[in-house]
């Protein structure tokens, strides 16, 4: 995995597809913070927000690292790409996507309970100065299908098992990815704050050891316990989605 650093914004990135970035890790100097918003607001209004949010905090947009987003139900591939499409268009304006390069990292799934009517913003994250050494990071989502590829169907692992057998490869794959893109940043499981998951399917017990046993520490990707939310990743198919970051503040924006 390849990456690079966005100076504008204080933190390096790990190049993905042309909506996300795979993760992002603060520069020395900086750190990630998170900041949730009581409730998801739709995706214009919390484009409006975050903006006046860094303002008042003395940044700017370019600080924007990281979001977490919320959508009513998965997309079709032609779906999932006109929303990227007029995602990015904001990026464009704001001068952090350029010439295909997008560093934001970001989630996008879809609660299987009371979802929003449209695509709206659950969380997003920012770096700021700051001195210390500890890593500061965030990982992007992933579910069980390679990125980058001509389509996701021809690829989903496990494709249209739901079975504990079926989850449990789904699981592994992408606790892989984690990995991958924790390593291509320097990081590991230990580093992390916080995993999520994500998936409106049963969690066996096998798919738990798998949570609990990666990493040299034993405590794996559940080290300081993880976070299961009820929804589906964003694309028609995909059942297992997870994200991890390690942050020192969070905070709650009303």
């Not at 650093?5 to 190049?15: S, V």
């Not at 979001?67 to 704001?94: D, H, I, K, Q, T």
């Not at 692992?157 to 892989?176: E, H, I, N």
Request: hydrophobic share 40%; charged share 20%.
């Amino acid at each position: 995995m390849r990456t690079r650093d966005y100076a504008p914004g204080g933190y390096r990135y790990i190049e993905g597809v042309f909506q996300y970035s795979a993760g992002v890790r603060a520069m020395p100097g900086f750190e990630i913070v998170r900041v949730r918003f009581r409730d998801p607001v739709p995706l214009a209004e919390g484009f409006e927000r975050i903006e006046r949010y860094l303002g008042a905090a003395g940044r700017s947009p370019a600080a924007f690292c990281a979001c977490e987003l919320r959508s009513p139900a998965p997309f079709s591939e032609a779906g999932f790409r006109a929303f990227n499409e007029a995602y990015v268009g904001v990026l464009e304006r704001w001068g952090i996507y350029r010439e295909g390069l997008n560093p934001i990292a970001r989630s996008n799934v879809c609660p299987d309970v009371a979802p929003p009517p449209a695509p709206a913003f659950h969380a997003f994250s920012y770096t700021r100065p700051a001195g210390g050494t500890v890593p500061s990071f965030v990982i992007a989502g992933s579910g069980e299908v390679p990125e980058g590829r001509a389509n996701y169907r021809d690829h989903i692992v496990a494709s249209g098992d739901t079975s504990p057998a079926g989850m449990q490869q789904k699981a592994r794959w992408v606790l892989g990815e984690m990995e991958r893109r924790l390593a291509a940043l320097a990081l590991g499981w230990a580093d992390t704050t916080d995993t999520q998951v994500y998936t409106a399917q049963d969690i066996p017990a096998a798919l738990a050891r798998e949570l609990v046993g990666r990493g040299a520490s034993g405590r794996g990707a559940s080290g300081r316990g993880f976070t299961w939310h009820f929804d589906r990743p964003p694309i028609t198919g995909l059942e297992f989605e997870m994200d991890c970051r390690g942050v020192g503040t969070e905070l709650i924006y009303e």
